[in-house]
Each structure stands twice: as structure tokens, then as C-alpha cells.
């Protein structure tokens, strides 16, 4: 894998109920024991100062096959968003401790 795809980020594009396109960029992605997956995306921003300004949520969002087709779909029930979403950010919080350990050897 060349080094500059390993930092190209992964965009979907989605469109909304009304029919509105916006690109995400994938942060995580993970299938449950049920085998349900599940995505967590952020709008994408183009400029990385942009991003500092930016307060744009994690969205989570669920694979749902329509015929062969698979679509990304809001969660419905509280609880399963819920519980979803804090599987997320611990797996999210774990990446950035992650990166922070991997800085600081490098600065030894």
C-alpha cells in the first residue's frame, strides 16, 4: 500500500430523505455477534482548518440490504442507537489513546 493512500480517507456520499447529497468520511466501522453492521461517519471536510471550526456530530448509521443493494439507514430505537453508539466512541476514544502512545514513543 503506497503511503499516500494509507491517509486518504474513506468518503461516502449519501443522500438524505430529501434528496440532499452530503460526503462523510468513514471513522469506524464494525458488525455486531448478529451480524448487523454499523458505521460512523463525520461530514467531510476538504480543508483540515475548516475542521477546527467544525462541530459536526458522529453520525451512526446501519447496513440495510434492499434486494442486492446495501443502503446506510438511520437507527430508529433509541436503545440500539444508544448502545451503538457507545461501542463507538469507546472504540474511538481506544484509536486516539492509540495514536497518542505511538506519538510519544516517536518523541523518545
Given at each position: 500500500?503506497?503511503?499516500l493512500?494509507e491517509?486518504?480517507?474513506?468518503?461516502?456520499?449519501?443522500?438524505?430523505?430529501?434528496?440532499?447529497?452530503?460526503?462523510?468520511?468513514l471513522?469506524?466501522?464494525?458488525?455486531?455477534?448478529?451480524?448487523?453492521?454499523?458505521?460512523?461517519?463525520?461530514?467531510?471536510?476538504?480543508?483540515?482548518?475548516?475542521?477546527?471550526?467544525?462541530?459536526?456530530?458522529?453520525?451512526?448509521?446501519?447496513a440495510?440490504?434492499?434486494?442486492?443493494?446495501?443502503?446506510?439507514?438511520?437507527?430508529?430505537d433509541d436503545?440500539?442507537?444508544?448502545?451503538i453508539?457507545?461501542?463507538?466512541?469507546?472504540?474511538?476514544?481506544?484509536?486516539?489513546?492509540?495514536?497518542e502512545d505511538?506519538?510519544?514513543?516517536?518523541t523518545?
Open positions: 500500500m503506497s503511503e493512500s491517509f486518504t480517507p474513506d468518503l461516502y456520499t449519501l443522500v438524505d430523505e430529501d434528496g440532499v447529497e452530503q460526503t462523510f468520511e471513522i469506524d466501522a464494525m458488525e455486531t455477534e448478529e451480524g448487523q453492521r454499523y458505521f460512523a461517519l463525520v461530514p467531510y471536510i476538504e480543508n483540515p482548518e475548516d475542521s477546527l471550526e467544525s462541530s459536526d456530530d458522529l453520525v451512526i448509521l446501519k440495510q440490504m434492499d434486494g442486492d443493494e446495501e443502503l446506510l439507514v438511520s437507527i430508529d436503545a440500539e442507537f444508544e448502545q453508539g457507545q461501542m463507538f466512541m469507546k472504540r474511538i476514544e481506544e484509536m486516539f489513546e492509540d495514536d505511538f506519538e510519544d514513543s516517536e523518545e
